[in-house]
């Protein structure tokens, strides 16, 4: 497999298959790939004739320095990941913070009409600024025909479904369904940094929110997210970050249920120094 550190070999590789008519998908990771980004990738295989694959741990979207340090790094192990599935159709770039930020490593601001002040955007910092930033330059640099993201990441799959639209880029967004282990927790990298303890009860979120969404059929959004606080206040190892009952377009929390809205709840939990997010559709 083709591993490409550099934007320079990787725009005339791309240039070259464009020119014979290849389509071209984009799978942005940062790394430590599990299952969930496997899915991502075969749909994108399967969708076009050659996927790149990034692999870039971007620091312009951490707003803890700690969490950047301890992110997990592990090339080798990804590009084995990936051989399984493909040995001839996956291209991976893995930059340098250099050749992507040369020197400047910033942000760029963006507006995304308000999705990017809620629920992740409170509570991280400059992190959609940082995301926008690194995906609006990674489609510059591979100019890929479809782009795929996690609905994990829910908010950010909504952000760059906004950022396409506002800067005209012509890439379509392909959201894909969110990946759980058989325990019904979402697969995350950080899924591997959960100390045993904690990765027995994690699940425990998943489980909360299956509850809240048949809850949600009966009860209103307030009972709803007080019935979550109370789950999570009585429990010994996992600490609430928000639980928030929002629609589904604007992100916004909803104060009463409309009909022929759609809902998703978010959550974002504490276990140990770790962050786990997870989120539902709840009609
Ligand atoms: O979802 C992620 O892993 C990252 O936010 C992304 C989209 C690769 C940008 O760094």
Same mark, same amino acid.
């Given at each position: ?7 320079? !070999? ?5 240039? %070259?298959?464009? $020119? ?19 899915? @991502?990738?075969?749909?994108a295989?399967?969708?076009n *004739?050659?996927?790149v694959? $990034? #692999? ?19 090339? *080798?192990? /990804?590009?084995?990941? @990936?051989?399984?599935? $493909?040995?001839?159709?996956? @291209?991976?770039?893995?930059? $340098?913070v ?9 942000? !760029?601001?963006? /507006? ?8 992740e ?18 489609? *510059? ?10 609905e994990?990441?829910?908010?950010? @799959?909504?952000? #760059? ?9 012509p ?61 999570? %206040?009585?429990? /010994? ?35 140990? *120094? ?10």
């Amino acid at each position: 497999m083709e591993i490409y550190l550099e934007k320079q !070999q990787i725009t005339s590789v791309i240039d %070259a298959l464009k $020119s014979k008519n290849r389509t071209i998908g984009i799978v942005p990771t940062m790394g430590a790939l599990h299952e969930g980004h496997l899915q @991502l990738v075969k749909k994108a295989l399967a969708d076009n *004739d050659k996927v790149v694959v $990034s #692999i870039f741990v971007n620091p312009t979207q951490f707003d803890n320095d700690e969490d950047l340090v301890k992110y997990p790094r592990t090339l *080798d192990r /990804d590009v084995a990941l @990936l051989e399984t599935v $493909s040995k001839t159709d996956i @291209l991976v770039y893995s930059p $340098s913070v250099d050749d992507i930020y040369g020197g400047n490593t910033v942000s !760029q601001e963006f /507006d995304f009409d308000g999705l990017e002040f809620e629920m992740e955007g409170k509570f991280r910092h400059g992190h959609f600024d940082g995301v926008g930033t690194i995906v609006k330059r990674f489609f *510059d640099i591979v100019k890929p025909h479809n782009g795929y993201f996690g609905e994990k990441d829910f908010q950010q @799959l909504a952000i #760059i479904k906004k950022l396409v639209e506002k800067y005209e880029i012509p890439v379509k967004i392909i959201g894909c369904k969110i990946h759980r282990e058989a325990n019904g927790l979402a697969m995350s990298s950080r899924n591997t940094r959960l100390k045993p303890e904690y990765k027995a009860v994690a699940p425990f979120i998943y489980k909360t929110l299956i509850t809240a969404k048949e809850k949600f059929g009966t009860k209103s959004a307030t009972k709803v997210m007080e019935w979550v606080e109370k789950q999570f %206040a009585k429990h /010994d190892l996992l600490e609430l970050e928000y639980f928030i009952i929002a629609d589904a377009k604007t992100l916004k929390p909803i104060k009463r249920k409309l009909n022929k809205k759609a809902y998703r709840a978010f959550i974002a939990v504490y276990a140990d *120094d770790i962050r786990l997010i997870d989120n539902i559709a709840l009609n």
